[in-house]
């Protein structure tokens, strides 16, 4: 048996299990990670982070990010800003800004004086202009540019690369979007070989949007930092959100604060909290 020291944090009520993977020995792949992610028979989280030293040069820490169902994925922005304040509370390094290694690239937390996080999340990425298709009533047909399920009507899915990837529908109202139906029926949807972060995006004006997010690998979350930076960096394109503006991004946790402008990178601010530290023998 092995004893694992972890730390719950959380974003915005996007919970997660943090793992010091520099002081502690830990293999991932030998984890029950699923289990552990059990809100009533386990720790309960939607992702485990696990701090792990670089490989790229320049970079300061390497960042891995497990969900819930125990894939390992590419991103996780609310995990990010829990990110810095764990390696500064830990006293793995007295910088407030920090150099970041994931799977599809650099990014950089930065804690503020107030307590709040700043993660520059780095530049998007776009498929092809392509609208991907319709479904109704969980059928598929041919490409289209609208999509009508449940007589919701939302134009255009956009498709914004995060790292991880995300498809955001700009929706009327949030509150009565089918999220776990369409959240559901996209995971198995052939356009989307490695699932995909589903988003719905009402906007309320230039610089105001309420977004929900049903998570790939764990379901609806209380909130989704990539996907608060994919529907803003969305709403941008489409003409809905104000260019280079901070967008109030209200979710069902809170509120994170994002900018984006063409051909730059997307920056994201919010809290972080720490619950409780732990250890778990495995
Ligand atoms: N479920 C995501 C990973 C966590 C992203 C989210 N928790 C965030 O804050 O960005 C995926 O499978 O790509």
Redesign the pocket.
């Known amino acids: 048996m092995t004893m694992l020291k972890f730390t719950k944090m959380h974003?915005l009520g996007?919970d997660f299990m943090m793992v010091d993977g520099i002081s502690q020995p830990f293999d991932p792949a030998a984890a029950p990670i699923a289990a552990w992610a059990d809100r009533r028979t386990g720790i309960g989280f939607?992702?485990l982070l696990l701090v792990e030293r670089p490989a790229r040069a320049g970079a300061d820490f390497r960042y891995r990010?497990f969900?819930a169902d125990g894939g390992e994925?590419?991103?996780?922005?609310?995990?990010a800003r829990c990110f810095v304040k764990f390696i500064i509370e830990q006293g793995l390094s007295d910088k407030r800004e920090i150099v970041v290694e994931t799977a599809k690239g650099i990014i950089k937390p930065r804690m503020n004086d107030d307590g709040s996080v700043t993660v520059n999340m780095g530049a998007p990425t776009f498929v092809p202009e392509e609208i991907p298709f319709v479904l109704r009533g969980g059928e598929t047909a041919g490409a289209s540019s609208h999509i009508v399920v449940n007589g919701l009507d939302s134009a255009e899915m956009s498709m914004v690369g995060m790292g991880?990837?995300h498809a955001v529908m700009w929706v009327g109202d949030v509150d009565d979007a089918p999220v776990e139906g369409w959240g559901e029926a996209l995971q198995r949807h052939p356009r989307f070989p490695e699932r995909v972060?589903v988003g719905f995006m009402q906007v309320v004006d230039k610089t105001h949007i309420k977004l929900r997010v049903y998570?790939?690998?764990?379901g609806e979350?209380q909130?989704?930092?990539?996907?608060a930076c994919a529907a803003v960096v969305a709403g941008v394109r489409l003409n809905l959100l104000e260019a280079g503006a901070d967008v109030r991004v209200d979710l069902p946790g809170g509120e994170l604060t994002v900018s984006w402008q063409e051909g730059g990178e997307v920056m994201m601010s919010g809290p972080a909290v720490r619950v409780f530290d732990g250890e778990v023998a495995y």
């Open positions: 974003g996007n939607d992702q990010i969900n994925v590419e991103q996780c922005g609310n995990g991880n990837p972060n998570e790939r690998g764990a979350t909130a989704c930092g990539t996907g």
